[in-house]
């Protein structure tokens, strides 16, 4: 397998100020190319593997993306709810107090007490 990079370094392909040229495996590639070497019989790893090209992950937040705020855990929210209620930050109306009511008892077949 062919790395042009690791072809660069071997062969000490610098830059203008004499240090290790950043792009050197394109340099020896087009080199190549420029004196008429088919590069395309040497196998590189992307050819091998069959894989598409790597990439970078995608950094978030850069740009013009909108953000979009997470969803409130339930517990929170209701913990928070309590919260308000009880130092009466929100109020839910007046509490209704449960009564007592009498179920109305046969005595008599037409009277209901």
Do not use: H
């Amino acid at each position: 397998m062919v790395s042009w990079k690791e072809l660069a370094i071997r062969y000490n392909v610098t830059n203008k100020a004499g240090q290790l040229a950043s792009n050197g495996g394109q340099i020896v590639k087009e080199w190549l190319l420029s004196e008429g070497v088919n590069v395309n019989r040497f196998p590189t790893k992307r050819k091998n593997d069959g894989s598409s090209l790597l990439r970078r992950k995608k950094r978030k937040g850069q740009g013009g993306e909108i953000s979009v705020p997470a969803e409130i855990d339930q517990n929170k929210l209701q913990k928070k709810l309590i919260e308000k209620l009880e130092t009466k930050e929100y109020t839910i109306g007046d509490m209704i107090v449960p009564r007592k009511v009498r179920k109305p008892e046969l005595i008599n077949y037409y009277q209901l007490m």
